[in-house]
């Protein structure tokens, strides 16, 4: 029904009778599928070197040298792809306490990561200390819900930042855990933490609606799930709450989970979240395959997970 | 006819190519990061200087442990306790003198603070790290006589070998307190007591509650890490001690 009110009113127009210049040819190569390839760590924690091969959860496993290989490897294959980290870079090996955070930054800078948002340990040396280490690198921070404005992040951080790869826009945006009773205040200083749901929601609206994207992401430190206490804002509470979300990226409660968990948005769509432990044992990866949306609604969508 | 034909053909054409794109399919899962990936050479080059720069002062030899010290070897104090009990005390007793012209009474940790033991034998910067990973920072706070008679009833409830320096406590076989005394004197009401602590337990660490609202609060800005290592450096041997402060007769 819609597409024949698509046609109706085409018909109605007089301008496509001056674009004759389009061929079938350009019809094949417009509806040849794009795919935008996500890549994600979360909690690497200063996990600069591979754990030894006598530890007792995870020998041989990690280190950022190889993760570098895996990345190159898979950007070689689709160079339509976005790095992103969900927070926690900082604090978990002398790498930390002695350089605070500059190789960190200048590792992820040399993998090329794209975006990155705040966990509460980057703040273990005091907002001045992230603010210092700023320099080192050379991607960007989003956070929707905590407030700089009387920082010295004050415009280093913004609510989010839009990419376009292969003409489909994403939006990626950043959501913090509460930080009072977390971090001290003499770290935190004067940032002000918003209600991570109500943030998404409106974020992930402006995204959709007014910025129009194809690919709306939310990099989140906020939490997994909290069985204990469900009232707590979490990544599959944010989920359930939101309606233009695609993909919830997560940190903070270490969560390793084996798949992408697909739950069910407000209006009752898929949302993909995702969380890989810790320590860069794992590099999550979540391809988007897109066509055009008429043969999307007519065919739909699968997930494989 | 022909003509209409050629129209819808231009018309598919247009109208794909301003086709909104949406998502058809999505894969997702997770890759280990294990020894079946080659490290990149470059990243492994730019990594190794900050590596053997760490590597060399961990392995800096600052002090000497007559012997094993873990934090079960007593029963309400250990020999590790009293030691970073008393280190504590003793490295920011200059810097809070400096500042605010007064002394130190009472130094308080957790016991659950103690990440690590120190192993028998050469003392490195490494030991430091593994007793105390975290960035937990020193913190002086003031105390009114009740908050230490508080402070006192935590310690005999908890029944655990939370560190102290500075004050003595005896419990009965009831673990009811039967002497408390600070710096040999019993605590005297109306009096306030300076009491060396962590940011963490100060915040309502483990409960603490007698600490979070101090008559007064001084940050030093000196990390119980830094004041073990800066401890270490200037004794030959640490002693590893049990002097029966905090006891149960």
């Keep these: 029904m819609k597409r024949r009110d698509f046609i109706q009113n085409s018909l109605a127009t007089s301008a496509f009778v001056t674009l004759g210049g389009l061929s079938l040819q350009s019809f094949t190569a417009n509806t040849a599928k794009k795919h935008i390839t996500i890549l994600h760590t979360n909690d690497v924690h200063s996990h600069i070197d591979p754990f030894g091969a006598n530890h007792p959860r995870n020998p041989n496993q990690g280190g950022a040298a190889r993760r570098a290989s895996l990345i190159a490897n898979i950007r070689k294959e689709n160079p339509n792809t976005l790095l992103l980290d969900a927070g926690d870079i900082f604090q978990g090996t002398p790498y930390f306490n002695y350089y605070g955070g500059e190789l960190e930054f200048k590792l992820m800078s040399m993998m090329k990561y794209d975006l990155a948002t705040i966990g509460n340990h980057d703040f273990d040396n005091g907002i001045d200390g992230l603010f210092a280490q700023l320099p080192n690198a050379n991607f960007e921070f989003v956070s929707a819900n905590y407030d700089f404005k009387n920082t010295v992040l004050d415009t280093h951080v913004k609510p989010y930042k839009i990419f376009v790869k292969d003409g489909i826009k994403i939006g990626i945006f950043g959501l913090g855990v509460k930080l009072g009773g977390l971090v001290d205040k003499r770290m935190y200083k004067e940032t002000v933490y918003n209600d991570p749901i109500e943030s998404a929601q409106d974020i992930s609206r402006i995204l959709k609606e007014e910025e129009k994207c194809d690919l709306v992401i939310c990099l989140s430190h906020i939490g997994y799930n909290y069985k204990r206490n469900p009232e707590r804002p979490s990544d599959l509470k944010l989920a359930r709450a939101t309606k233009d979300i695609d993909l919830i990226i997560g940190g903070h409660t270490h969560t390793f989970l084996q798949k992408p968990t697909i739950e069910k948005n407000s209006k009752g769509e898929s949302v993909l979240v995702n969380q890989v432990g810790a320590y860069g044992v794992y590099v999550g990866r979540v391809d988007f395959y897109f066509d055009d949306e008429k043969n999307v609604i007519a065919n739909g969508k699968s997930i494989i997970v | ?249």
């Design chain 2, 1 to 249: 006819m022909r003509k209409i034909i050629a129209l819808l053909v231009v018309f598919i054409a247009i109208s794909c190519s301003q086709e909104k794109q949406s998502i058809s399919k999505i894969e997702g899962k997770r890759i280990n990061i294990n020894d079946s990936l080659t490290a990149n050479q470059e990243i492994e080059d730019f990594i190794k200087p900050f590596r053997e720069r760490i590597e060399e002062d961990m392995n800096k030899v600052l002090s000497y442990a007559p012997k094993d010290m873990h934090k079960n070897d007593g029963e309400l104090e250990t020999t590790i306790g009293n030691l970073m009990a008393d280190l504590v005390k003793s490295q920011s007793e200059p810097v809070y003198k400096k500042r605010t012209g007064k002394s130190i009474d009472i130094c308080l940790l957790n016991h659950g603070g103690i990440r690590a033991p120190i192993p028998a034998g050469p003392i490195k910067t490494r030991t430091a790290f593994n007793v105390m990973p975290f960035e937990n920072s020193i913190v002086v706070a003031e105390l009114t006589a009740e908050n230490v008679h508080n402070m006192v009833a935590y310690l005999a409830k908890a029944k655990r070998a939370h560190p102290i320096s500075g004050l003595t406590v005896k419990l009965d076989k009831d673990l009811k307190v039967t002497e408390a005394l600070v710096n040999g004197k019993p605590i005297e009401d109306g009096k306030t007591y300076t009491v060396v602590t962590s940011d963490y337990l100060q915040n309502g660490g483990d409960r603490m509650n007698f600490l979070k609202n101090p008559e007064t609060l001084e940050v030093l800005d000196y990390k119980i890490r830094n004041a073990m290592i800066d401890y270490f450096k200037t004794v030959d041997t640490i002693p590893a001690q049990l002097d029966g402060r905090f006891i149960q007769q």
